[in-house]
């Protein structure tokens, strides 16, 4: 029976991630691209300047590098460890290319999502900021687009509560844990009819009861833990595939080569219609936004709860997030796994696969090799689960018109979510993931290429501007 689902899944995710989707993802951001003038380009020094220089003046619930570290907590996690491993396993090393091709289109796809959460959100009476794709479709679109606003409501809950937000998080965590500390199974208990070891049991327990104790506290206290968590552990990363990076260094000219030739000729490895450019193209691009968001819709809710007063500077804020998630992060995470070979090892997957890259190619001994990235893995898909537990519930909100008693009830069930995603098995995890990735996606580039016009007026009129001032 669960083999049958599982097939009814993956047959599913390759539908809804065909062609079209793929398509529309990237003539989106080729779009926005050249109105914005490369904008991803020409101002992404002034982006990174503006990241760490709060405003001060307009509304808001967090600073604007709340906002965006409450977005990176969401996209920083399983994307950038297993997601690459997953893509680069099933596509080939061509998949990491299409990947940084998507996020450097992506980039202002992504700026034009933080600029328009904050030129059509609203502050209710309380001095609660509402915004997101669900505003910026009703309030840029109009009313009769309010159907559209739903429809991308409803799939980004079902995205928080069953993709990115709770069950491949838990379950990469719950896969690394036990993998360091229990490999062989030696210690397992019998649940739902398969035997589990009790590292995942205590993992599930522990994470559940970490991630209540954040998300009662909504979106002050996501900011502040993950103000605190995610420059930390992006630091620590970035710094671990450095070193893998500068002693394999001979090996990566050739690494660069694999993966710019697999991009265009597909992987032998995986033979027929796997190893394509198509597929190749297919895992790039769909793990690429499930790790970096870039069309997705969700940065946006985020951006919305900035102080600020000015839409293009926070889109300017909004668009480092897919620079260091996916053109540096997961650059990293390729890179390695492909000087390793890892990708290659049939018996490997997901986590699995990016662990063995770094205890290849770290100069450390396995068992440290192993244990660094597991902290940096459980404390990212950590911070990813709170961040998705915010955009979930501000899309119930805005589905059940601010029922406060609908946004509580999502909150008990993200909870329970995550303490049931360990038993889940790794492929359906991901397909899941995939396909309400994709329903979440459609309506919201709908609205971008919609309201193309409205970001390009906008950032003529704010670098104007700032030229002047000067």
Not at 8 to 20: D, F, K, R
Not at 91 to 111: D, Q, S
Not at 362 to 382: G, H, K, N, R
């Given at each position: 029976m669960l083999d049958q689902i599982n097939q009814i899944i993956t047959v599913v995710q390759g539908a809804v991630w065909g062609l079209p989707l793929i398509i529309l993802i990237l003539f989106t951001g080729f779009l926005l691209t050249v109105r914005l003038g490369l904008l991803q380009v020409r101002h992404l020094g002034k982006a990174f300047k503006f990241m760490v220089k709060n405003e001060e003046e307009g509304h808001g619930e967090v600073s604007s590098f709340g906002a965006l570290c409450t977005a990176l907590s969401a996209t920083i996690g399983t994307g950038n460890i297993a997601g690459v491993a997953t893509a680069l396993a099933a596509g080939g090393p061509g998949a990491l290319f299409w990947m940084i091709v998507a996020a450097f289109l992506g980039m202002a796809t992504k700026y034009a999502e933080g600029l328009l959460a904050?030129?059509?959100?609203?502050?209710?009476?309380?001095?609660?900021?509402?915004?997101g794709p669900f505003y910026y479709i009703e309030n840029g679109m109009g009313r009769n687009w309010r159907w559209l606003a739903k429809i991308f409501a409803f799939f980004g809950a079902c995205v928080g509560l069953f993709g990115i937000g709770t069950f491949t998080q838990v379950n990469s965590i719950a896969s690394a844990v036990t993998n360091f500390f229990d490999p062989d199974a030696v210690n397992t208990v019998l649940i739902f009819g398969r035997s589990y070891s009790w590292s995942t049991v205590i993992t599930c327990v522990i994470l559940t009861f970490c991630v209540g104790l954040v998300v009662i506290g909504g979106i002050r206290r996501i900011a502040k833990v993950s103000e605190i968590v995610v420059p930390f552990m992006a630091v620590l990363y970035i710094l671990l595939g450095l070193i893998i990076i500068i002693t394999n260094i001979e090996a990566v000219p050739g690494a660069i080569v694999t993966i710019v030739k697999s991009a265009f000729t597909g992987s032998a490895l995986a033979g027929g219609a796997m190893g394509s450019m198509v597929s190749a193209m297919q895992q790039g691009i769909a793990r690429g936004i499930f790790s970096n968001e870039s069309g997705l819709g969700s940065a946006p809710i985020a951006a919305a709860a900035a102080v600020t007063k000015e839409p293009a500077r926070q889109g300017l804020?909004?668009?480092?997030?897919?620079?260091?998630?996916?053109?540096?992060?997961?650059?990293?995470?390729g890179i390695s796994v492909v000087i390793a070979g890892s990708w290659m090892n049939p018996d490997l997957e997901g986590v699995e696969i990016t662990m063995d890259a770094f205890r290849k190619g770290l100069p450390f001994p396995p068992a440290a090799a192993s244990?660094?990235?597991?902290?940096?893995?459980?404390?990212?898909?950590?911070t990813t689960i709170l961040g998705w537990n915010y955009y979930g519930e501000r899309c119930v909100e805005y589905l059940f018109n601010r029922r406060t008693s609908a946004v509580k009830s999502y909150r008990w069930l993200y909870i329970l979510a995550v303490f049931i995603g360990p038993y889940m098995t790794v492929a359906a995890v991901w397909n899941i993931a995939d396909i309400f990735n994709a329903l979440m996606a459609f309506p919201n580039l709908v609205a971008l290429l919609?309201?193309?016009?409205?970001?390009?007026?906008?950032?003529k009129d704010y670098f104007a501007r700032l030229k002047a001032k000067k």
């Amino acid at each position: 029976m669960l083999d049958q689902i599982n097939q009814i899944i993956t047959v599913v995710q390759g539908a809804v991630w065909g062609l079209p989707l793929i398509i529309l993802i990237l003539f989106t951001g080729f779009l926005l691209t050249v109105r914005l003038g490369l904008l991803q380009v020409r101002h992404l020094g002034k982006a990174f300047k503006f990241m760490v220089k709060n405003e001060e003046e307009g509304h808001g619930e967090v600073s604007s590098f709340g906002a965006l570290c409450t977005a990176l907590s969401a996209t920083i996690g399983t994307g950038n460890i297993a997601g690459v491993a997953t893509a680069l396993a099933a596509g080939g090393p061509g998949a990491l290319f299409w990947m940084i091709v998507a996020a450097f289109l992506g980039m202002a796809t992504k700026y034009a999502e933080g600029l328009l959460a904050i030129k059509y959100r609203t502050v209710d009476e309380n001095g609660h900021v509402l915004g997101g794709p669900f505003y910026y479709i009703e309030n840029g679109m109009g009313r009769n687009w309010r159907w559209l606003a739903k429809i991308f409501a409803f799939f980004g809950a079902c995205v928080g509560l069953f993709g990115i937000g709770t069950f491949t998080q838990v379950n990469s965590i719950a896969s690394a844990v036990t993998n360091f500390f229990d490999p062989d199974a030696v210690n397992t208990v019998l649940i739902f009819g398969r035997s589990y070891s009790w590292s995942t049991v205590i993992t599930c327990v522990i994470l559940t009861f970490c991630v209540g104790l954040v998300v009662i506290g909504g979106i002050r206290r996501i900011a502040k833990v993950s103000e605190i968590v995610v420059p930390f552990m992006a630091v620590l990363y970035i710094l671990l595939g450095l070193i893998i990076i500068i002693t394999n260094i001979e090996a990566v000219p050739g690494a660069i080569v694999t993966i710019v030739k697999s991009a265009f000729t597909g992987s032998a490895l995986a033979g027929g219609a796997m190893g394509s450019m198509v597929s190749a193209m297919q895992q790039g691009i769909a793990r690429g936004i499930f790790s970096n968001e870039s069309g997705l819709g969700s940065a946006p809710i985020a951006a919305a709860a900035a102080v600020t007063k000015e839409p293009a500077r926070q889109g300017l804020v909004s668009m480092t997030g897919t620079f260091i998630d996916t053109i540096i992060v997961c650059t990293m995470t390729g890179i390695s796994v492909v000087i390793a070979g890892s990708w290659m090892n049939p018996d490997l997957e997901g986590v699995e696969i990016t662990m063995d890259a770094f205890r290849k190619g770290l100069p450390f001994p396995p068992a440290a090799a192993s244990f660094a990235l597991m902290i940096c893995l459980v404390f990212f898909a950590f911070t990813t689960i709170l961040g998705w537990n915010y955009y979930g519930e501000r899309c119930v909100e805005y589905l059940f018109n601010r029922r406060t008693s609908a946004v509580k009830s999502y909150r008990w069930l993200y909870i329970l979510a995550v303490f049931i995603g360990p038993y889940m098995t790794v492929a359906a995890v991901w397909n899941i993931a995939d396909i309400f990735n994709a329903l979440m996606a459609f309506p919201n580039l709908v609205a971008l290429l919609a309201l193309n016009g409205v970001v390009t007026k906008e950032s003529k009129d704010y670098f104007a501007r700032l030229k002047a001032k000067k």
